[in-house]
């Protein structure tokens, strides 16, 4: 069972250039999110899609963009990487119904 | 807003040893709660869940009860092994389309 994969699994970045981590899910499940987790916190929600063309803001969506053209994929796009940016990014998904998160093993990104 | 707080860890014990990782949240109404697992260099998994006031969630040998009245869902393993250690995240969901807000986290180290 694939589950919900994510690539590239590391990357360094310079400052400035933007780039794209994939996610895609195999599960048919409608939700789709986006977090962010930086040493010693919790996750940060950046964006969510609750289906194929559908995305809103989390708490933590300046600097991303995300598009969700197919109910399988659900890239995150940077573009113009800031240090502040450096963190681990995980993405989830999940059928509705208060059913739970399916999480990726995230990628590691580091800006310089 | 809404919130969770952890303890602080790291929580560091000894195999066989008693477990409690406090839980607690802020919330403008009545959400679900949660707690996640991160195994090293894995993504989260979900430990075990709650839906309502003084429901138990339970799941290999871990608990944890929906305390409305203290506002708590502290996590309990009567005897924990090596293979426990890990970071425990606590989460709420609250708002619909299963959106979480994590807690910070909570390490856990098991010795033999």
């Not at chain 2, 790291?10 to 009545?30: H, K, M, R």
Request: aromatic share 12%; charged share 15%; glycine share 10%.
């Amino acid at each position: 069972n694939a589950g919900v994969t994510q690539t590239p699994k590391f990357r360094i970045l310079k400052i400035g250039q933007s780039m794209t981590l994939q996610c895609t899910q195999d599960m048919n499940h409608n939700y789709m999110y986006w977090y962010r987790q930086d040493p010693g916190m919790g996750l940060k929600l950046i964006y969510y899609s609750v289906g194929a063309g559908i995305t809103d803001k989390g708490e933590v969506p300046n600097g991303y963009n995300v598009s969700r053209s197919t109910t399988e994929d659900f890239p995150l796009r940077l573009e113009l990487a800031a240090p502040s940016q450096t963190s681990v990014y995980f993405c989830a998904s999940a059928a509705p119904g208060n059913q739970p998160q399916h999480f990726g093993d995230g990628t590691r990104l580091s800006i310089l | 807003g809404n919130s969770v707080t952890q303890m602080e860890g790291p929580v560091t014990l000894s195999e066989e040893a008693f477990l409690t990782i406090n839980c607690t949240y802020t919330a403008t109404g009545y959400p679900s709660l949660f707690w996640y697992v991160q195994y090293p260099g894995e993504g989260l998994q979900l430990l075990l869940k709650a839906t309502k006031a003084d429901d138990k969630g339970s799941n290999k040998g871990f608990e944890a009860t929906y305390r409305k009245e203290t506002t708590s869902f502290h996590l309990e393993k009567g005897s924990v092994q090596v293979s426990d250690s890990a970071v425990y995240f606590c989460a709420l969901e609250l708002g619909g389309y299963n959106k979480l807000i994590f807690g910070a986290g909570t390490r856990l180290a098991v010795h033999p």
